[in-house]
């Protein structure tokens, strides 16, 4: 049976969660509006500001688990709302906010540019650091994912662009004849 799935989400004053035919699930907080259909064969339920979700039969406990952690992120999104930091290492590498263009000098012969998407903004509060925020929590990872597939970090040096926090395991270079 799923743990997750079978935890309620209470909804916090404020937030108004609107569930429509379909699964279609409308989220709306003071930090903004999100929907997003869910699974058909989940039961969603609102009952006294408490989510609950049920498979319509046991085949689904998966879908009930992950049903349930999309509903909770979205709740959280619009009351809190997500934030992924990026960190820069390298000589010559730093971005700058141009506008609402996010422009990376990553040692190619031309400039990144990324822009703000819809409510996720990009913040580049020194030249070296990063801080991608919205309410959307697949949003904010994938537009950090992209931002870092522009020079993921290499094993050697270090040089590229990480997360916070993320550690990156280091190889020895050549040894060389003795």
Known sequence: MSRIGKKPITVPAGVEVKIEDGNLVTVKGPKGTLTKTLHK????????????????????????????TLLNNMVVGVTEGFKKELEI??????????GNKLVM?????HTVEFEDRGDTK?????????????????AVGQLAA??????????????GIKYVGERIIRKEGKMGKK
């Open 105 to 109: 000098n990553m040692g190619f012969s």
């Open 41 to 68: 064969d989940m039961i969603i339920k609102l009952d006294a500001g408490v989510l609950t979700v049920e498979p319509k039969d046991e085949t689904m406990n998966a879908l009930q688990g992950l049903t349930r």
């Open 89 to 98: 290492n390298g000589v010559g590498y730093r971005v700058q906010k141009q």
């Open 122 to 138: 990009i913040e580049a509060p020194s030249q070296t650091s990063i801080i991608i925020s919205g309410t959307d929590k697949e």
């Open 146 to 159: 992209e931002i870092r597939k522009v020079r993921p970090p290499e094993p050697y040096k270090g040089k």
